[in-house]
């Protein structure tokens, strides 16, 4: 039973000081003063910006969800008998609500 304890305490200590040199070492080795959507090359010693987007891509409408296409319409108002908003579903491709499971269009 002593060997067990012995084992895991220095199994426990040589974990407890990997994770103390971890802690200290690794804002001394990656602290470039990069903001903070830039990259650090260590070989050059520079930051560098992100590459610019290509012309072919479109960002996202402010509205839409993460999870919609790029040519996903504005949202409808609100109609005046629903108590919830309008929510994107992306199996139907539409804007409305569900009511006890049903999909409602808006």
């Known amino acids: 039973m002593r060997w067990l304890v012995r084992r895991l305490t220095v ?17 001394g080795i990656s602290s470039a003063d990069c903001a903070r959507n830039m990259s650090w090359n260590q070989t050059t010693m520079e930051c560098k910006p992100p590459p610019a987007m290509p012309d072919w891509y479109m960002s996202a ?8 296409g790029p040519d996903v319409p504005p949202p409808p108002p609100r109609p005046w008998w629903s108590p919830n908003e ?8 539409q804007w409305g609500t569900y009511f006890t499971g049903t999909w409602v269009p808006y």
């Open 11 to 27: 199994v426990l200590a040589v974990a407890f000081v990997a994770m103390t040199t971890a802690v200290i070492a690794t804002p």
């Open 61 to 68: 409408t402010p509205y839409a969800p993460s999870f919609a």
């Open 86 to 93: 309008p929510m994107w579903n992306a199996g139907f491709h």
